[in-house]
């Protein structure tokens, strides 16, 4: 990071929006907003953007939630303490606050900053850095500052190259040679494509950086309109592109890679079939994710775990694992597994055999159970003798079953079956 970078960062302030449940992910978020959500081992899924935006020199973070918010509260009030009112250092917990007209929730993304605009100003930062929680990625947002101050843009739009038959499903972009944004189209049926490439669209990240003063003025002449849905990709970001100077930054000018990591990295774990997969890429030799660098760390609460133990050594009842990750806490028992994501705690009992399975914190897979692309539910207890991945009738009469031919498990569903 060079000092001109730096001393923008610092005159920044980050703004998450983590209030949406993610409801493609079904019974997963039934307890827990899609950013609270477990990844990687350890993570939650919105310890990305604060990882980032810590790592990039921003140190005034403010998070807004709305749907079952405790999980994901008690998380950053656990690992994202360590902020120092001293240090000019603060994270703040902004839920929808029923401060205009009575209303109980956030209308729209744009809402939920108008909504918190004193404290904003209270932060006096010059820059604001608008995020989504909800998507797992490494950049350095301070380049992407840097190139909304020198192109005097009136707004900075983070985007990504997507297949052009992917993108209606996020906001894309017509950009011309100098990064200037022509159209902006929020989930369009039939998506721009880039001029050089016909296959491919350039997709929002849902990151947007604002001159603060900027963005006050315009959020509070959208909060007087009662055309507007008060949303960044419905009203703001339109109204720019057409009426002001929006810029376009790619992603792959900021993004943070290690050694290993030869492309840019950005997912939106957003269904149960990319959850999963993208949890158990993580255990490929050379993963597109690198968890390991530490140069840029994923900051996270670590809880105060025994190290993961491998028990038995007999034929047929061996505990060992193999192209798997296994956290801290976990009992491997006389259980073989294999491409297998393990989470804080997990207990997996003698003779039983997991293959592609993403267990997550607490659960615990009894005797003799065979599970085969499984997502496993925070503190599912798996009955002994349990088969799932092999008969994809009885599995879809279970348990929640893809397309992709994942099975999600969860206890209500486990309960049901023994009632």
Partial sequence: MDRESQRLAQQTMAFVLAGGRGSRLHELTDRRAKPAMYFGGKSRIIDFALSNAVNSGIRRIGVATQYKAHSLIRHLQRGWSFMRAERNESLDILPASQRLGGENWYKGTADAVTQNIDIIED??????????????????????????????????????????????????????ATDRILEFVEKPKDPPAMPN???????????????????????????????????????????????????????SRSCVRSGTEKTPYWRDVGTIDAFWQANVALTDFEPELDLYANDWPIWTYSELTAPAKFIHDEEGRRGHAVSSMVSGGCIISGSSINQCLMFTGVKTHSYSQLERVVAMPYAEINRSARLTNVVVDRGVIIPAGLVVGEDPELDAKRFRRTDGGVCLITQPMIDKLES
């Fill in 123 to 176: 932060y006096g930062c010059k820059y604001i850095v608008i995020l989504a929680g909800d998507h797992i990625y490494k950049q350095d947002y301070s380049i992407m500052i840097k190139h909304h101050v020198e192109s005097g843009a009136d707004v900075t739009i983070g985007c990504i190259e997507v297949p052009r038959e992917e993108a209606s499903a996020f906001g894309v972009m017509k950009v011309d």
């Fill in 197 to 251: 490439d016909p296959t491919q669209s350039l997709a929002s990240m849902g990151i947007y950086v604002f001159n603060t003063e900027f963005l006050m003025d315009l959020l509070r002449k959208d909060a007087e309109d009662p055309n507007s849905t008060n949303d960044f990709g419905h009203d703001l970001i339109p109204e720019l592109v057409k009426n002001g100077k929006a810029i376009a930054h790619p992603f």
